[in-house]
């Protein structure tokens, strides 16, 4: 099932201020769900994600804007109408039903022609269950499963009924590392399996990148960009959506454009054609540095960490808009000294320079 | 027993001694009592042991009839106010605008005196030279025969004594079942909505089940409770309950210690060890199955 937001807004009140003012949680959200596919909805606390996902829902009422699930505006459809799968950040599974129990409950509140009998109601959530691999603890309150069988069973939850969009927030993060990384994996197979709509909701911007067929990141209540993963990652809009994606983040530099080339203080990194000259905000990936003892670009070793295949030079530069850089490299081209001076040359495609004012991106553009 | 565990019956002792001298030996002093016939507070003197106590009590008519009457108003009022106050805490629960205000006005009986209560019940029910009561009015405004509910047939003044306890017991009832409500995580709630439950269904597969430790509480405690009422029936019907045919078993026990006919610590005690037994035996039964039926 196909799901559009159209200039979607939603307005709180804000009760912590004494004079009410309104919150905007989501502003003018367009948005283009295709059927079948995993959306990772990505951005920091407070962005308006949840929001989005409950507007979708049907929990909250958008201010303005129309939502459709496929060709039905569903905008004023109450939650329970809208047929779809939840699951919710700390899992909300009834803790004094069984895991059993847990998963019929949507069945249980079918109506007319769709109504199970008992033992359909029992096939289903079996088939739930084994999906989610959790067959064996039907019986189990939720206080005798651990946290990532619960998770389990808020997945198998929302599934049984065969929602037409499943919706997750922020599923895994009570999860530790490991889980967290299985769990991923598993969801991914059983959206793939069962090919519904998918929008996932997370601020690890890893997690959504690595499971999404598409991610849209947001900040402040907007959506800054939607794309492939991939394309988001190496083309992004501006710099909020560059610092955002990737671990460790792109390295920022408060840089200056004379005569069409980029200087870092003193380094002449980069040939700009075409912009006139100003200061910008110069970002460069980690995995753009090549150590070069001819390279243009000079700065202070901090710390040399060998991470098994890579090397992570830690450094300093005197206009970096942070402490320290770091940069990965092969770990054969390591620098001999610990200490001292590095040179790089830079991989052209992982340069990017935004405008120091409005931070959109400026090169490559 | 090791140095831990004397420190820590150390530490009980004061707790251990307050309670056993002002509850346990009382209790057991009365047991005993129950069984020395004919026992004589000046003198401090008995005739004989057995169970002759117990037997005259059992005889006695007026002793039947109070039990009667509070078997009878336990069965009638427990229930009900338990529902009431589960109807209007709901109620409660699902309004916004007001909500400060009704519980305020709910609670106000709990603050006001029994004996004001009563004042209030007698202007309600009561007949008098100058008017019927306000209940009477009612009903022949309805175009039914007036009925003197304080001093008339014995179902009448039934209704009265059972509507004042429930009245009396329905603030805190509602106080109780209002918070234990709010106390739902609405998570619940919103993973309902989404899987399609309508709000009786959440009513009955979320909130009964989550409030129901509450509810058996409240129970019990009502239980307890009602078994001992005695200072409502004096609001109501006076200090005669005995002729007024409204007296309960804790009244009974006040009447043979300090009532007109009083006097009778033995009958007395014969009569709150019959009591005990009955609570007893409830309160067991109602917690055998709280535990069975309650859900954690
Ligand atoms: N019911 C509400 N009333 C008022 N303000 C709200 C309400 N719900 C959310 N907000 C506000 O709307 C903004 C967006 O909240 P939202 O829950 O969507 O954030 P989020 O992106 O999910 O964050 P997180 O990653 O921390 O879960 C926040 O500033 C929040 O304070
Ligand atoms: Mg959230």
């Known amino acids: 099932m196909k799901v559009v937001l159209e200039h979607i807004t939603k307005r709180f009140i804000d009760r912590n201020k004494k004079n009410k003012t309104e919150l905007v949680a989501v502003s003018d959200m367009c948005l283009d769900i295709?059927?079948?596919?995993?959306?990772?909805?990505l951005g920091p606390s407070g962005c308006g994600k949840s929001t989005t996902l409950n507007i979708i829902c049907g929990l909250e009422k958008p201010s303005?804007?129309?939502?459709?699930?496929?060709?039905?505006?569903?905008?004023?459809?109450?939650?329970?109408?809208?047929?779809?799968?939840?699951?919710?950040?700390?899992?909300?599974?009834?803790?004094?039903?069984?895991?059993?129990?847990?998963?019929?409950?949507?069945?249980?509140?079918?109506?007319?022609?769709?109504?199970?009998?008992?033992?359909?109601?029992?096939?289903?959530?079996?088939g739930a269950a084994k999906l989610v691999q959790l067959d064996?603890?039907?019986?189990?309150?939720?206080?005798?499963?651990?946290?990532?069988?619960?998770?389990?069973?808020?997945?198998?939850?929302?599934?049984?009924?065969?929602?037409?969009?499943?919706?997750?927030?922020?599923?895994?993060?009570?999860?530790?590392?490991?889980?967290?990384?299985?769990?991923r994996e598993e969801l991914r197979r059983i959206q793939k399996e069962t090919g519904i709509t998918t929008i996932f909701v997370t601020h690890d911007q890893e997690e959504?990148?690595?499971?999404?067929?598409?991610?849209?990141?947001?900040?402040?209540?907007?959506?800054?960009?939607?794309?492939?993963?991939?394309?988001?990652?190496?083309?992004?809009?501006?710099l909020f959506v560059a610092q955002f994606l990737g671990t460790p983040p792109i390295n920022v530099f408060a840089g200056e454009i004379r005569e069409e080339k980029v200087y870092l203080g003193e380094d002449c990194i980069l040939d700009a054609p075409g912009i006139?000259?100003?200061?910008?905000?110069?970002?460069?990936?980690?995995?753009?540095?090549?150590?070069?003892?001819?390279?243009?670009?000079?700065?202070?070793?901090?710390?040399?960490?060998?991470?098994?295949?890579?090397?992570?030079?830690?450094?300093?530069?005197?206009?970096?808009?942070?402490?320290?850089?770091?940069?990965?490299?092969?770990?054969?081209?390591?620098?001999?000294?610990?200490?001292?001076?590095?040179?790089?040359?830079?991989?052209?495609?992982?340069?990017?320079?935004f405008d120091m004012e409005t931070e959109e991106r400026i090169y490559p553009c | 027993m090791n140095n831990n565990n004397l420190k820590g019956w150390l530490y009980l002792l004061p707790a251990i001694v307050f309670l056993g001298f002002f509850m346990v030996y009382p209790l057991v002093d009365?047991?005993?009592?129950?069984?020395?016939?004919?026992?004589?507070?000046?003198?401090?003197?008995?005739?004989?042991?057995?169970?002759?106590?117990?037997?005259?009590?059992?005889?006695?008519?007026?002793?039947?009839?109070?039990?009667?009457?509070t078997i009878l108003m336990v069965i009638i009022t427990v229930p009900l106010s338990t529902g009431f106050a589960l109807l209007i805490s709901l109620a409660l629960s699902s309004i916004k605008p007001l909500r400060n205000a009704f519980q305020t006005i709910y609670f106000l009986p709990y603050v006001t005196n029994t004996l004001a209560v009563g004042l209030v019940f007698m202007i309600l029910f009561k007949k008098t030279p100058y008017s019927d009561g306000l209940a009477n009015m009612l009903i022949s405004l309805f175009g039914g025969t007036s009925v003197d509910f304080i001093e008339g047939p014995y179902w009448a003044k039934m209704f009265v004594f059972c509507f004042y306890i429930i009245w009396v017991v329905l603030p805190f009832k509602i106080l109780i079942l209002t918070s234990a409500i709010a106390s739902v995580n609405p998570m619940y709630y919103k993973?309902?909505?989404?899987?399609?439950?309508?709000?009786?269904?959440?009513?009955?597969?979320?909130?009964?089940?989550?409030?129901?430790?509450m509810i058996f509480y409240l129970i019990i405690t009502g239980f307890i409770g009602a078994f001992k009422s005695y200072s409502d029936a004096v609001a109501l019907f006076g200090t005669d309950l005995n002729a007024a045919?409204?007296?309960?078993?804790?009244?009974?026990?006040?009447?043979?210690?300090?009532?007109?006919?009083?006097?009778?610590?033995?009958?007395?005690?014969?009569?709150?060890?019959?009591?005990?037994?009955?609570?007893?035996?409830?309160?067991?039964?109602?917690?055998?199955?709280?535990?069975k039926r309650a859900v954690y």
Do not use: W
């Open chain 1, 276 to 353: 006139e000259d100003k200061e910008v905000h110069v970002g460069i990936r980690p995995e753009g540095f090549i150590v070069d003892e001819n390279g243009p670009l000079h700065c202070k070793i901090r710390v040399v960490e060998v991470m098994g295949r890579d090397t992570s030079i830690v450094s300093s530069h005197p206009v970096a808009e942070t402490e320290t850089i770091r940069s990965i490299i092969d770990s054969e081209d390591r620098p001999a000294a610990t200490s001292g001076t590095v040179t790089f040359s830079l991989r052209k495609s992982k340069v990017l320079l």
């Open chain 2, 30 to 69: 009365v047991f005993i009592y129950s069984f020395e016939e004919g026992y004589n507070f000046a003198s401090q003197s008995y005739s004989g042991t057995g169970l002759f106590n117990y037997s005259f009590v059992l005889h006695d008519p007026y002793f039947m009839q109070a039990l009667k009457n």
């Open chain 1, 64 to 126: 303005s804007g129309k939502i459709f699930f496929g060709d039905d505006d569903v905008t004023d459809l109450p939650p329970e109408n809208r047929g779809v799968g939840m699951v919710f950040q700390s899992y909300a599974l009834y803790p004094h039903l069984t895991v059993r129990q847990n998963i019929t409950f949507p069945l249980e509140n079918l109506k007319g022609d769709k109504k199970l009998t008992k033992q359909e109601m029992n096939d289903r959530a079996l």
């Open chain 1, 34 to 41: 295709p059927d079948g596919k995993l959306i990772g909805l």
């Open chain 1, 136 to 183: 064996g603890y039907m019986e189990r309150k939720p206080s005798e499963l651990s946290g990532g069988q619960q998770q389990r069973v808020a997945i198998a939850r929302a599934l049984v009924k065969m929602p037409k969009v499943l919706l997750l927030d922020e599923p895994l993060s009570n999860l530790d590392a490991r889980l967290r990384l299985q769990t």
């Open chain 2, 245 to 291: 045919g409204m007296n309960t078993i804790v009244g009974y026990v006040y009447d043979m210690l300090y009532g007109d006919s009083g006097g009778y610590p033995s009958y007395a005690s014969a009569a709150a060890i019959i009591l005990f037994a009955v609570v007893l035996t409830i309160t067991v039964i109602n917690l055998t199955v709280s535990r």
């Open chain 2, 191 to 213: 993973a309902a909505r989404i899987d399609g439950a309508g709000s009786f269904t959440m009513f009955k597969k979320i909130t009964l089940p989550m409030i129901s430790p």
């Open chain 1, 208 to 238: 959504a990148m690595s499971i999404s067929d598409l991610i849209v990141v947001m900040k402040k209540a907007e959506v800054q960009q939607v794309g492939i993963p991939q394309d988001v990652y190496d083309d992004p809009k501006n």
